[in-house]
């Protein structure tokens, strides 16, 4: 019976204040939605994330209508801020990027059936880069064992990559450099480094048994350079031994 008698009060007090606040029990009459930065004026600051595709072929499968014009939302690989004006969609803000990359960075990473492992390098940072002054570094099981692979290669130019693989990885993988240290399995971290131990690169986290990378290709996305934090958004996932990817980088969008 109290049930019975709270419901209808529920329903006429919304109908009375329709307005609906979010970190604020007392939202502006002029408005329908409301959104403090801060819950009731206190604690920390924080902002309005829109939902968020990862490229524009999932945007498309949104396949919005001419009364969904307003629509807002973020398309990763190209960083652009976007809105269904009824008709098609339009950047309101794209971030501007660099053209280079900072620096080499991993745009491959393959962990596929048996030893079908591999690592990409690309180079996009505008001038060739002597791969003497790099190394690669796998830190397993949370760190309990590791690796450093010296590149054999000279020269990386520019819009080149360089492929290092497993020793019996499949012919299919055209790989610059074979190694049977190339054995991470998806919870070894991988870190791009400089000759002399600097971090350049990482995919995962060194000393943490992370499964991020477990029967996947991850790809780079365009404009995502190197990063010393694993940022699994830089990255497109495929699915297990797929090598299609391997050989070439499209850094541009």
């Known amino acids: 019976m109290r049930l019975i008698l709270i ?20 939202p502006s009459p002029s408005a329908m939605l409301e959104i403090k930065s801060q819950t009731d004026g206190g604690g920390r600051y924080g902002g309005l994330m829109p939902p968020r595709v990862p490229d524009e072929h999932a945007r498309n499968s949104i396949n919005p209508t001419l009364d969904d014009a307003g629509l807002l939302i973020f398309v990763q690989n190209i960083n652009a801020l976007q809105i269904w004006n009824g008709l098609g969609w339009e950047t309101l803000h794209r971030n501007e ?33 002597n791969l003497s002054e790099y190394r690669l570094f796998i830190s397993r099981n949370g760190g ?14 520019h819009g080149d990559v360089y492929i290092l693989a497993h020793t019996n990885a499949s012919s299919e993988i055209n790989a610059n450099q074979r190694a049977n240290t190339i054995d991470f399995n ?13 971090y350049i690169d990482v995919l995962g986290e060194v000393g943490i048994v992370w499964r991020y ?35 070439f980088h499209f850094y541009y969008p």
Not at 16 to 22: K, L, M
Not at 100 to 109: P, R, V
Not at 186 to 198: K, N, P, Y
């Open 97 to 129: 990027m660099s053209s280079y990359a900072s620096d080499l960075f991993i745009s491959e990473y393959v962990e596929g059936t048996g030893n079908n492992k591999a690592i990409e390098i690309a180079n996009f940072t505008g001038s060739a880069k």
């Open 213 to 247: 990378g477990e029967d996947v290709t991850l790809r780079r996305r365009p404009l995502h350079g190197p990063s010393t934090v694993y940022r699994p958004s830089s990255f497109e996932v495929f699915g297990v031994d797929d090598f299609s990817g391997l050989g």
């Open 7 to 26: 419901l209808p009060g529920i329903l006429i007090s919304c109908s009375f204040y329709p307005q609906v606040g979010i970190g604020t029990t007392n």
């Open 144 to 157: 309990t064992t590791s690796s450093t692979i010296l590149f054999t290669g000279g020269i990386l130019n």
């Open 186 to 198: 998806g919870d070894d971290a991988v870190v791009l480094q400089s000759s002399t131990g600097s």
